[in-house]
């Protein structure tokens, strides 16, 4: 059977979503969202001057994709939905990553309005993919509340700590009928592949490709991780042992 | 920012963005393209424009 990979119905093409920030130029990020061949990336809604001549970020990114905007900004349930109306107003379609993010310090979601605004952008037609705090009582409050997938954190934003959250993200994968997409904090493309062969059904990334010497080629090495760590979850990984249990026979070769 | 009175939506933004780029916010509320030109701005209107940038 193939492995298709659906978020509200629709098959997306690839378990790797790139984020479009902190790029050191549109160029390099056009470049980068090629090699990754992702399929969904993100971009934030920003406020502009009317004397403003900075390029636009829509005049970089290839066609065919998924353009899914994020609420980053938002310091509660009122605003993130402020900024996703705005966003479908542009034309940017439907996809929304629900971010509210409270404190300012650690950048970590407020679960709370997220779970608010996912219910009012859910029933106003927004595929919803709330950030969140891995917490399992809030997953299911996001599921009720109309989220097309979870969207645990694996660190806190642009940490590149990797998967500090994995047991918690262990249980939702086991607990919860919905896609979980790891976001923030991968920084190696073990991580990402760490992430998928716990059942993740993709990764987020961002700071790990923008920030690297050659994003574009940072943008490949994590596509190629996350299509093994894929491969690995479905072929079913041999048991963990706390004893040396041996490769090879241990009789009939010598004495 | 506040408006200059006595222009358009449509006027003030035409020259300087591309439609489908920015969106626009009159006073909180969204504001649609095609009704930027009918919409004369006043002076105290909140006219906001917002558009896409890199993100996470």
């Keep these: 059977m193939q492995d298709q990979f659906k978020i509200a119905g629709l098959r997306i093409k690839s378990r790797f979503l790139l984020g479009t920030g902190k790029f050191p130029s549109n160029e390099v990020m056009r470049a980068a969202i090629e090699a990754s061949r992702a399929h969904i990336v993100t971009a934030a809604l920003r406020r502009i001057d009317l004397d403003s001549e900075e390029e636009n970020i829509l005049d970089h990114i290839p066609e065919g994709l998924i353009m899914m905007t994020n609420t980053s900004g938002a310091r509660d349930a009122g605003e993130a939905v402020r900024i996703a109306r705005l966003s479908r107003a542009m034309g940017a379609g439907n996809w929304i990553k629900i971010e509210v993010i409270t404190d300012n310090k650690h950048l970590l979601p407020d679960n709370a309005e997220t779970i608010k605004a996912s219910a ?23 599921r009720d509340a109309g989220a097309a997938s979870l969207m645990p954190l694996g660190a806190p934003i642009g940490t590149n700590k990797g998967l500090c959250t994995k047991e918690l993200i262990k249980i939702l994968v086991a607990e919860l009928d919905l896609p979980v997409i790891v976001d923030a904090g991968i920084g190696r493309p073990s991580q990402a592949a760490e992430a998928m062969e716990l059942g993740a059904a993709a990764v987020l990334v961002n700071t790990a490709v923008a920030t690297a010497k050659d994003p574009a080629g940072m943008a490949a090495a994590f596509a190629l991780a996350v299509e093994a760590g894929r491969r690995a979850y479905l072929a079913g990984p041999g048991a963990v042992s706390e004893t040396a249990r041996a490769s090879s026979p241990l009789t009939g070769f010598l004495g | 920012m506040s408006a200059p009175a006595g222009l358009t939506v449509d006027g003030l933004i035409d020259n300087r963005f591309e439609r489908g780029k920015v969106v626009v916010a009159l006073n909180r509320a969204v504001l649609p393209d095609n009704l930027w030109p009918g919409t004369a701005l006043n002076e105290g209107d909140a006219l906001e424009i917002f558009t896409l940038f890199g993100g996470g």
């Design chain 1, 120 to 142: 009012i952008l859910a029933a106003e037609g927004f595929i919803v993919m709330p950030y969140f705090n891995p917490d399992l009582a809030d997953a299911r409050r996001l």
